[in-house]
């Protein structure tokens, strides 16, 4: 591959069978693993390392074995000092913030955005269009389907047994984050929880059960006070 100097910023560390599309820019400081597939127009930002291969502990939940090389979508923007591991694929015109980081085997669709400082763990499905903010943490084996909203300092959990027992390995789970459901900032989101399709978790809350669809709950616990207004759901947008 060739890249012209406009292109590629100080210190660009490419490695074996790098996939670079067109018009691909580079800042200072950046690395890029084996097998990293960039699509065209991708701005990658200074110190970001792209296909980083995950260093387990001998306790780690997260599965082993082989990973395919890390794949960004056409029109991605990945900023200052993001980590992106091997395993992972981007839709296009997906945007991570400063310092985010995005772990192996995960799945976002196309325009998703993670904040500055946030985290998005293991084995995660992101759908299309969804926006999470800075520094949420979205834990491992969770799946958040298209167009939710995800306010700053959320955080989610997998593990009921907080390290505790081996039974604990056939039960991790994250929540489900249904369609066009919004979560609001510091909400807390407990091991294995389903929220429904439209539903408004307001902020401080912590959900320690499902949430129907098109409902918003608060407190803590969370409860169920009112519908979500018709105004507000995504189809009357």
């Known amino acids: 591959m060739t890249l012209r100097p406009a292109e590629a910023g100080h210190n660009l560390l490419l490695g074996e069978n790098v996939q670079i599309g067109g018009d691909v820019v580079f800042g200072a400081n950046v690395v890029v693993y084996d097998d990293t597939v960039i699509g065209d127009g991708c701005f990658i930002q200074d110190n ?86 800075t520094n949420v943490y979205i834990t491992a084996y969770m799946t958040i389907e298209d167009r939710c909203f995800i306010a700053p300092c959320v955080q989610t959990t997998n593990d009921n047994f907080m390290g505790r027992t081996e039974k604990r390995h056939k039960l991790i789970r994250g929540a489900t984050i249904r369609r066009g459901a919004r979560i609001g900032g510091g909400v807390v989101l407990c091991p294995g929880i389903e929220i429904g399709a439209e539903a408004f978790i307001a902020a401080g809350a912590v959900v320690t059960k499902d949430v129907p669809a098109g409902k918003v709950v608060m407190g803590v616990p969370a409860r169920v006070v009112r519908d979500v207004y018709e105004d507000e759901l995504l189809e009357n947008q």
């Open 48 to 133: 970001v390392v792209l296909g980083k291969v995950p260093s387990l502990s001998p306790t780690s939940t997260a599965k082993r074995g082989e990973l395919p090389g890390l794949v960004l979508g056409a029109g991605c923007v990945i900023s200052t000092g993001a980590v992106v591991y091997r395993g992972t694929a981007l839709g296009a015109g997906c945007i991570l913030g400063d310092y985010a980081g995005v772990r192996e085997r995960c799945r976002l669709g196309a325009k998703v955005v993670v904040g500055r400082g946030s985290v998005v763990e293991n084995d995660t499905t992101i759908g299309d269009g969804t926006k999470i903010q």
